[in-house]
């Protein structure tokens, strides 16, 4: 099951960066925290991961707070590209563990 | 080059007729996975195999079935679809169980008449 809370909607301006939150209070020790993204009619694609350092990619950075207990994902110059719905999912590294999606952030970049 | 694919891209079945969709990865994977998504909501795990063995969510409904006849492919079964069950089913991959990535494939749409 989900263990995430993500705001439903946001909005970000073409260039700036974008700052998506995700609240996993309930995250245990052992549990990763991944972003995935779906662009509309599009199967979802992996973006990053961390388990408590800040990770940072071609793609985006991840922040994760010092408890754990919240993450946020950072795409530094949004492009028109990045509109999607974007998954926060927390997720044990270890066999039989699957990946459960939360109900997501749908990001709109604005011209 | 699409590694994880999905055939139809559109499938469009009558209420109450088995309908089959399939899924075949270039990858080499051990783990194939199979989700349900409906409009605007978060796609949802019904099964995974690994390797051969076979994982059923506790909540996947028995209408919904599975196979794996070797590792490229699987498909998913639904013996008697209904109209709830109109829905974009998506298919993904992994190397295996401590992956950290999952290969989704692009979904079929599943409409039903």
């Known amino acids: 099951d989900a263990k995430t809370t993500q705001p439903p909607s946001m909005d970000c301006a073409e260039g700036r960066a974008a700052n998506l939150p995700c609240n996993h209070s309930t995250i245990s020790g052992n549990e990763y925290v991944y972003w995935y993204r779906q662009i509309h009619s599009q199967g979802p694609q992996y973006i990053i991961h961390?388990?408590?350092n800040n990770e940072t990619n071609e793609m985006a950075s991840l922040i994760i707070t010092e408890d754990r207990k919240s993450s946020t994902l950072i795409l530094p110059h949004a492009t028109l590209r990045d509109t999607a719905v974007y998954y926060c999912i927390v997720r044990v590294l270890d066999t039989g563990n699957q990946f459960y999606f939360g109900t997501g952030t749908s990001l709109t970049v604005i011209p | 080059d699409a590694m994880v694919i999905q055939n139809p891209r559109y499938q469009v079945t009558q209420f109450g007729k088995p309908v089959t969709l399939s899924c075949s990865q270039t990858?080499?994977?051990?783990?194939m996975y199979w989700y349900q998504q409906k409009s605007s909501q978060a796609p949802k795990l019904l099964f995974h195999?690994?390797?051969?063995?076979?994982?059923n969510e506790a909540d996947t409904p028995d209408n919904f079935q599975s196979r794996r006849p070797n590792t490229s492919f699987c498909f998913l079964d639904i013996r008697s679809p209904g109209l709830g069950d109109a829905a974009m089913y998506l298919c993904?991959?992994?190397?295996?169980?401590?992956?950290?990535?999952?290969?989704f494939g692009q979904g079929t749409r599943l409409t039903v008449v």
């Open positions: 993904a991959t992994s190397r295996d169980r401590i992956a950290v990535e999952a290969f």
């Open positions: 961390g388990l408590k």
């Open positions: 195999y690994y390797d051969k063995d076979f994982n």
């Open positions: 990858l080499n994977h051990n783990v």
